[in-house]
């Protein structure tokens, strides 16, 4: 059983800056896909990065050019950079891995951007 760990949110002014972490408990050095989501209250969850096995990345239209998902294979953990935050990224942040047949998901780290 893999357990996925967030850290790094807070509260942070517009044009700030933010790195979360996600820290996983097993080996995952197979894994197809890791992503981060948000989920603002009252709306759907929402993928915001994600990076494949092969270290390809996709982001969403929104954070392009701000938002960096990385990888540390030694530590088993992935980042996501957030550079020049806007309050329409305040949400909670979840880590996700797909495993192929199996999934995982964080429990997930508040992000609060003020205006």
């Known amino acids: 059983q893999v357990h996925l760990v967030e850290s790094g949110g807070g509260l942070v002014e517009a044009g700030g800056s933010l790195r979360l972490s996600c820290l996983a408990s097993g080996s995952i050095f197979s894994f197809s896909g890791l992503a981060w989501y948000r989920q603002a209250p009252g709306e759907q969850r929402e993928q915001v990065a994600a990076?494949?096995?092969?270290?390809?990345?996709t982001y969403r239209d929104s954070v392009k050019g701000r938002f960096t998902i990385s990888r540390d294979n030694a530590k088993n953990t992935v980042h996501l950079q957030m550079n020049r935050l806007k309050p329409e990224d305040t949400g909670v942040y979840y880590c996700?891995?797909?495993?192929?047949?199996?999934?995982?998901w964080g429990q997930g780290t508040q992000v609060t951007v003020s205006s």
């Open positions: 990076i494949t096995r092969g270290g390809s990345t």
């Open positions: 996700f891995l797909d495993m192929g047949q199996e999934y995982y």
